[in-house]
Protein backbone atom coordinates (compact mmCIF):
# COMPACT_ATOMS: atom_id res chain seq x y z
CA UNK A 1 0.00 0.00 0.00
CA UNK A 2 1.23 3.45 -0.44
CA UNK A 3 1.19 5.86 2.68
CA UNK A 4 1.00 10.18 1.65
CA UNK A 5 1.80 13.24 3.38
CA UNK A 6 0.47 16.44 2.86
CA UNK A 7 2.80 19.34 3.70
CA UNK A 8 2.38 22.83 2.28
CA UNK A 9 -0.97 24.77 3.95
CA UNK A 10 -0.65 27.41 6.06
CA UNK A 11 -2.23 31.03 7.18
CA UNK A 12 -2.10 33.52 4.01
CA UNK A 13 -4.16 36.62 3.19
CA UNK A 14 -6.73 36.62 0.56
CA UNK A 15 -5.62 36.89 -2.83
CA UNK A 16 -2.83 35.03 -1.94
CA UNK A 17 -1.21 31.55 -2.95
CA UNK A 18 0.17 28.40 -1.68
CA UNK A 19 1.04 25.06 -2.93
CA UNK A 20 0.70 21.87 -1.53
CA UNK A 21 2.31 18.98 -1.74
CA UNK A 22 1.16 15.13 -1.35
CA UNK A 23 4.45 12.87 -1.22
CA UNK A 24 3.89 9.22 -1.19
CA UNK A 25 6.06 6.52 -0.09
CA UNK A 26 5.59 2.43 -0.16
CA UNK A 27 4.65 2.40 -3.79
CA UNK A 28 4.95 4.36 -6.77
CA UNK A 29 1.60 6.53 -7.20
CA UNK A 30 2.25 6.22 -11.07
CA UNK A 31 0.14 3.07 -10.56
CA UNK A 32 -3.08 5.58 -8.69
CA UNK A 33 -5.07 8.22 -10.18
CA UNK A 34 -4.45 11.30 -7.63
CA UNK A 35 -7.23 13.78 -6.00
CA UNK A 36 -7.38 16.45 -3.79
CA UNK A 37 -10.42 17.36 -1.09
CA UNK A 38 -10.72 19.64 1.10
CA UNK A 39 -13.06 19.64 4.23
CA UNK A 40 -14.66 22.71 6.06
CA UNK A 41 -15.58 22.27 9.82
CA UNK A 42 -18.93 21.11 9.64
CA UNK A 43 -19.56 20.53 6.16
CA UNK A 44 -18.81 17.12 4.24
CA UNK A 45 -15.22 16.53 2.45
CA UNK A 46 -15.63 17.95 -0.85
CA UNK A 47 -13.31 17.51 -4.15
CA UNK A 48 -11.21 19.89 -5.55
CA UNK A 49 -9.26 18.71 -8.42
CA UNK A 50 -7.79 15.29 -9.55
CA UNK A 51 -5.31 13.82 -12.27
CA UNK A 52 -5.59 10.76 -13.54
CA UNK A 53 -2.22 7.99 -13.71
CA UNK A 54 -0.36 9.62 -17.03
CA UNK A 55 -1.75 13.26 -15.82
CA UNK A 56 -3.78 12.97 -19.16
CA UNK A 57 -7.03 13.95 -17.33
CA UNK A 58 -7.65 16.57 -15.27
CA UNK A 59 -10.55 17.55 -13.22
CA UNK A 60 -11.89 20.93 -11.28
CA UNK A 61 -14.32 21.58 -8.78
CA UNK A 62 -16.01 24.75 -10.33
CA UNK A 63 -15.58 26.70 -7.43
CA UNK A 64 -11.67 26.47 -8.09
CA UNK A 65 -11.23 26.44 -11.98
CA UNK A 66 -9.08 29.27 -12.98
CA UNK A 67 -7.68 29.17 -9.76
CA UNK A 68 -6.11 25.73 -8.45
CA UNK A 69 -3.83 23.50 -10.69
CA UNK A 70 -2.87 20.18 -9.98
CA UNK A 71 0.03 18.30 -11.27
CA UNK A 72 2.28 15.02 -10.24
CA UNK A 73 5.93 14.26 -10.90
CA UNK A 74 5.79 10.07 -10.99
CA UNK A 75 9.57 10.59 -10.33
CA UNK A 76 9.24 12.28 -6.78
CA UNK A 77 6.11 10.50 -6.16
CA UNK A 78 4.62 13.76 -5.39
CA UNK A 79 1.94 15.22 -6.38
CA UNK A 80 0.70 19.14 -6.00
CA UNK A 81 -1.86 21.34 -5.61
CA UNK A 82 -0.91 24.93 -6.60
CA UNK A 83 -3.63 27.39 -5.41
CA UNK A 84 -3.92 30.96 -6.15
CA UNK A 85 -6.20 33.76 -5.79
CA UNK A 86 -7.39 32.43 -2.37
CA UNK A 87 -10.92 33.01 -1.04
CA UNK A 88 -11.69 32.81 2.62
CA UNK A 89 -14.11 30.21 1.84
CA UNK A 90 -10.58 28.36 0.60
CA UNK A 91 -10.31 27.60 4.28
CA UNK A 92 -10.11 23.72 4.78
CA UNK A 93 -8.41 21.00 5.82
CA UNK A 94 -7.09 19.70 2.43
CA UNK A 95 -6.35 15.91 1.80
CA UNK A 96 -4.76 13.93 -0.88
CA UNK A 97 -6.13 10.62 -1.92
CA UNK A 98 -4.98 7.62 -4.08
CA UNK A 99 -7.72 5.51 -6.39
CA UNK A 100 -6.16 2.61 -7.33
CA UNK A 101 -9.36 1.12 -8.92
CA UNK A 102 -10.37 0.70 -12.72
CA UNK A 103 -12.70 3.46 -12.86
CA UNK A 104 -11.98 6.55 -11.58
CA UNK A 105 -15.04 7.75 -9.70
CA UNK A 106 -12.79 11.24 -9.16
CA UNK A 107 -15.69 13.21 -7.59
CA UNK A 108 -16.79 10.14 -4.90
CA UNK A 109 -14.06 10.43 -2.32
CA UNK A 110 -15.48 7.32 -0.30
CA UNK A 111 -14.48 5.68 -3.89
CA UNK A 112 -10.68 6.83 -2.91
CA UNK A 113 -8.39 3.62 -1.28
CA UNK A 114 -5.52 5.69 0.62
CA UNK A 115 -5.24 9.11 2.53
CA UNK A 116 -3.37 11.05 3.71
CA UNK A 117 -3.78 13.27 7.26
CA UNK A 118 -4.55 16.65 5.81
CA UNK A 119 -3.58 19.71 5.77
CA UNK A 120 -4.68 23.22 7.17
CA UNK A 121 -5.17 26.09 5.09
CA UNK A 122 -6.72 29.05 6.68
CA UNK A 123 -7.18 32.36 4.29
CA UNK A 124 -8.27 35.57 6.32
CA UNK A 125 -10.13 38.17 4.58
Known amino acids: QVQLVESGGGLVQAGGSLRLSCAAS????????MGWFRQAPGKEREFVAGISRSGDRIYYADSVKGRFTISRDNAKNTVYLQMNSLKPEDTAVYFC??????????????????WGQGTQVTVSS
Open 26 to 33: GRTISIYN
Open 97 to 114: AADFGSTWYFREHQKYDY
